[in-house]
């Protein structure tokens, strides 16, 4: 029974942070764009491969 009486604020504590942090990033403006995350999902362009560099892109260019 006394590790309620740590466990039960303590718990408390925890959510009260938790709920500070969430309150945050909504005024941090981290959620700002969901439709963009959801069109991008669907798109068919993909980032698989890497970017070319200077001398390659040029290389590439000339032939």
Known sequence: MNVLMILIPVSLILGGIGLLAFFWSLRANQYDDPEG????ILS????DHPAESGDEAKNSSEN
């Open 37 to 40: 995350d959801a069109a991008r």
């Open 44 to 47: 068919d362009r993909y980032d």
